[in-house]
């Protein structure tokens, strides 16, 4: 064999040997990404009912400051959180000590302080859990259990990005009213045998008051992030006009995306797959009301997207709003991870998980069986919406491996 023969047979083996070798360490890293994927799904699954137990024998520490101190920039608490059934028992039970009006929105709440020092955030019941809100997606008052829904479908899914929920039943008249400041205390009234209050807000009326049983009121109260990790407001780039006749540019607008890619913070960093994890979480509790978003602030878009204010969601299980999912159907790209963990979810896990992680709850049962059957037609849905973006781009450009290592000090 010639010399020249020789050194294109030898360069021709060489090429082969590097792209099996790339061939093979991509898919053994592929394949242990996927190991851990399922390992972290089962060790979820196995820690999904929290039994609300105010015990904590191995720490001196409150459980304020516990939650405190499980915050990172890339989630609100870590996947393995056995204190997380005293934290929340605190939640539903700690002494209020101060009652005031709901930080600026449109919808009613309250922020309470509870024994300790915590803020806490209640959200009253407006609604039966079988009533369903007709009309635009976004219509209708806040839903108080959609809070404690959404923050264990967090759990589920794996973001652990939503604050702290549970669900909690006070008295008006012996808790609220006699820690209540003078500007809430101003919007009580009593309506039959019910004690009310309208609270102050952009859409609060004293004409549409949250009424008690009596003086027994239900809720959720939301924990308050720590005054050490200062929140930044952003306007999400598929948000709303809710302008009659006026559409947003992502409304008509299919190749949106690639001017979406080319801004801060959505050009480098995780922001844009947070957006695409928040759609598919905002599609599947039906919440399109996500007009704007909040992260950690002077992050240089590293921290996560918080999920934030949920309580636009499962107020009717007969509309599935498809153009929630326009992140995804228009950049046609998902985590890896996220993909993995919306599969172990298939074939009626997805709606057995919630309903176990929710059984414990005070409120409990927080959803109708409504609810939780049209979670697993949502849940259908995105994974065909995925497998288009595969079939049109293919799984190397549409799966995006995308983990991060989240330090807990």
């Known amino acids: 064999m010639k010399l020249k023969q020789r050194v294109v047979l030898l360069a021709i083996l060489l090429v082969i040997f590097i ?17 851990e994927d399922q390992r972290a799904f089962h060790r979820m699954m196995a820690s999904l009912r929290i039994e609300l137990d105010p015990r904590l024998d191995h720490t001196m520490q409150s459980p304020w400051e516990i939650a405190a101190q499980w915050v990172v920039p890339r989630e609100v608490y870590p996947e393995e959180t056995p204190e997380l059934g005293a934290v929340m028992h605190a939640m539903s039970t700690k002494k209020i000590v101060k009652a005031d009006v709901g930080y600026k929105g449109t919808q009613l ?14 959200k009253p019941k407006r609604y039966a859990r079988d009533y369903v809100v ?34 909690r039943f006070v008295n008006l008249r ?72 006026k559409l947003a540019r992502w409304e008509y607008d299919e190749s949106y995306c690639d001017a979406v890619k080319k801004t801060s913070p959505y050009d480098s960093g995780p922001r844009l797959l947070d957006i695409i994890d928040t759609a598919i979480f905002d599609y599947l509790i039906g919440n399109a009301d996500r007009h704007h978003y909040e992260s950690f602030q002077d992050d240089e878009g590293a921290s996560m997207l918080i999920l934030l204010d949920n309580a636009k969601s499962f107020g009717n299980p007969a509309l599935d709003e498809r153009s929630i999912l326009a992140p995804l159907y228009q950049c046609c790209i998902i985590r890896v991870s996220t993909w993995n963990r919306l599969n172990y979810l298939k074939n009626g896990v997805l709606k057995s998980a919630l309903k176990t992680a929710m059984s414990h ?31 049109q781009f293919g799984p190397d450009v549409v799966l995006v491996e995308d983990r991060m290592t989240l330090s807990h000090l």
């Open 19 to 35: 792209f099996t070798k790339v061939f093979l360490i991509d898919n053994l890293d592929t394949s242990a990404a996927n190991r």
């Open 361 to 391: 709850d005070p409120i409990s049962p927080v959803l109708s069986d409504a609810h939780l059957g049209a979670l697993e037609q949502r849940l259908l849905s995105i994974l065909a919406t995925v497998k288009q973006c595969t079939d």
């Open 174 to 245: 012996t808790e609220i009213k006699p820690v209540a400041t003078e500007q809430l205390l101003g919007t009580f009234m009593t309506v039959g045998n019910s004690t009310c209050f309208y609270g102050k807000c952009y859409y609060c009326r004293e004409t549409e008051p949250a009424c008690a049983d009596g003086d027994i009121m239900e809720g959720s109260v939301t924990l308050w992030l720590p005054d050490v990790w200062p929140l930044q407001k952003h306007r999400h780039p598929w948000g709303r006009t809710y302008r009659e006749g």
């Open 134 to 167: 007709e009309g635009e997606p976004y219509a209708g008052y806040d839903r108080h259990n959609a809070e404690v829904a959404a923050f264990h479908l967090d759990r589920i899914l794996g973001f652990r990005r939503a604050p702290l929920v549970v669900g």
């Open 109 to 122: 709440k309250a922020l309470l302080i509870l024994e300790g020092g915590q803020k806490v955030v209640f």
